[in-house]
């Protein structure tokens, strides 16, 4: 039923006495209101209003124990002539662009090998989803860590398999990163669900009828399966785009907080942490978030921006 | 399927939420306060590992017992992030009533105000007549006290001694000066098992450099908190520890890297049994060897240059809040905490080798062997050290990751000495001057 179904409904109840009708809308106005309060006051208490400071502290030196001080862009600018800074970004980058459409690419792939109506399919969806709440969190860090280690399970395996001087995954700096990346493709749990969902929406006979049609497995996932998912594709990608610029917990834990192997695990977060609380540079820390907010934002601009080129919605469909 | 409107709304208002919460947030500490009343409720707070902290939380529990109306609220945490931890408390106006400090951190902390003048309970609540005189004077900072040192500890050599044995050799003279101890390990590689290293790589140990530094007759830090060091220094030293890596005598820049990314007393090269040699603070002694099978021995960091390089620091103070309302109770606990006969038992020599006379007496013989080792150790060796008088400058914590940062470089990208050591001088630099 559509909202004005609904409003046709409500009226004629409302209809006998006009004027009444005017103070009910305006009680039930404050009533909403008063429902949202707790939530509304939460929301200048503690996101807006610390947004606000952030963003004003963004542009003083603040050292957390002694008062502001007003340095106007100074923050920003040294920022750019910061080489740890700098690094923080080709690390964050390479991670946010290899891991999300890896992670999407897998997810996709095993929401459709789930969706084909396997044996014990409630057990598989169960136990793909745990890394992805689990994912995030201390624990699955420390045991990456374990795992990856020199004398780990990891290298144990390979070494079973004939591979005797696999490199040192979590301590050369040419591979940390990508044992992190790792890590985050594993987590595919979430976006996989979201797909599986979209999955079991497409209607049979599109497949029932291409098939009719004479149309093979590949044809069949680029012309129905793919252009019917991509606004989930899209959905994924916004959300798992911005948790990727964000992520911080396997960095830190992984690297004991220091972003190494000589710098080579250190996501923008991890410095942003590293400069305000190890080096109480507040302000510092203040302007790099800002930053990331800003990139974050236009990074998912685009993606939306981009969507009215690549994303189907049947609604549309002529 | 969904719409395209109801989409772009739920989707544009989640990413929103997703992107501003998280990062934008401040974190809160642990709220601060303690009750008023005769009931007292302190906060203690400390940094360390498992047996450090049931023997500190025994303390207080024996406290708790004698003085009914005091209780106590634990906080504890690894090294890692417990300045951090600090920071965010004292910038919500709640740090802990008492906490443990450093001697890297006591000239920062005092400079902001941020502790107790505790000088009117010395001598009185707190008996330090019998104390230690260089660990007295480390927690006296322009003549008020500040912190009292919970023990005394000197960086130095650790060895796996059973090793040593078995490969038909002694562990080195105690005048080994570093040119001894390089042709020492060279000649001890030859005789251990595969995949045991000689020493580990403690290149990038701020302790240890300042050892390095000192013998030459200087200090790490100026009076003012500037740097005393010159990038020449941090070559030579750098260079003498790559020297020892190309002929295969310390272990691999990855490992020193997995050791560093650990940061725990089981990670390290010398209790995995992976190298005989490490180099780190004297109470150690008996935390590694709690955790090994092989016998740890210990001897002072190889000399060099005219005078001594090694010093006795206050492994840890306790120090009081400056906003604490509670300041006689906190002055009986740690009295409690350095001179009861009880305490100082279940204590022994965990956080280094205790300054009152009358305690180092009391538990020398309920000591473990590997304990009174440390006492004989100090005992031995405290007289040839040279104290330190200057302090730690705000940003020797950085400029110690700086330094980590500098020596890994080397093995692992491939970066020459100079280079290190030049960016390593850059770094410190700008932790200091920021």
Known sequence: MTAAQLRDQATPSAKPAKRRGMTQRRREAIAGYVFILPWLLGAIGLTLGPMAASLWLSFTRYDLLS???????????????????????????????????????????????????????????????????????????????????????????????????PPDWLTDPHYALSTLIILAVWEFGSPMIIFLAGLRQIPREFYEAARVDGAGIMPQFFKITLPLLTPLVLFNLVLQLIGSFQAFTPAYVVSGGSGGPVD???????????????????????????????????????????????????DQAR | MLSRRDFLRTGAAASAAAAAIPILDACSGVAGGSGGGSAVKLQLAWWGGNDRAKRTQQVVSLFEKKHKKVTFANQFS????????????????????????DMGYIGQYTKRDQLFDMSKYQGKTISLDDFDKSQLQQGTVDGKLYGVSLGGNIAATLYNQTMIEKAGMTPPAPTTTWEQFASYLSKLSKKLPHGVYAADDTSGEIPEFETWVRQSGKELWTSDGKIAFTENDVREWLQYWADLRKSGLIITGSMAAAEAQDGTNQGTVLVKGKAVFTSTWSNFLGQYQILMKDKVGMMRNPLGGKQAGDYVKASQLWSTSAKTEQSSDIAQFIDFFIHDPAAVKILGLERGVPGSAKTRALIKPTLKPYDAAQIDFFDNNSGKTRPKTVLDPAGSGPIGDAMTRAAQSIPLSGKSVASAAAKFMEDAQKALSS
């Open chain 1, 67 to 165: 008062a502001p001080k007003w340095i106007g862009v100074q923050n920003y600018v040294n920022l750019f002539a910061d080489d740890r800074y700098l690094k923080s970004v080709r690390v964050t980058l390479v991670y946010v662009c290899v891991s999300v459409p890896l992670k999407l690419a897998f997810a996709l792939l095993l929401a459709m090998l789930l969706n084909r109506g396997l044996r014990g399919l409630n057990l598989y969806r169960a136990a793909f989803y745990v890394p992805s709440l689990l994912g995030s969190s201390v624990a699955i860090a420390i045991l990456w860590r374990q795992l990856f280690d020199s004398d780990g399970v990891v290298d144990k395996i390979l070494s079973g398999l004939g591979w005797h001087n």
């Open chain 2, 78 to 101: 690894a090294w890692d992030g417990y300045w951090q931890k600090l920071d965010t408390e004292a910038a919500g106006g709640g740090l802990p009533d008492i906490l443990q400090m």
């Open chain 1, 264 to 314: 080579s695990t250190l996501f923008y977060t991890l410095y942003l942490y590293q400069q305000s609380f190890g080096n109480l540079h507040m302000g510092y820390g203040a302007a790099m978030a800002w930053i990331l907010l800003v990139v974050i934002a236009i990074f998912t601009g685009g993606v939306f921006f981009s969507s009215r080129y690549w994303v189907f919605y049947m």
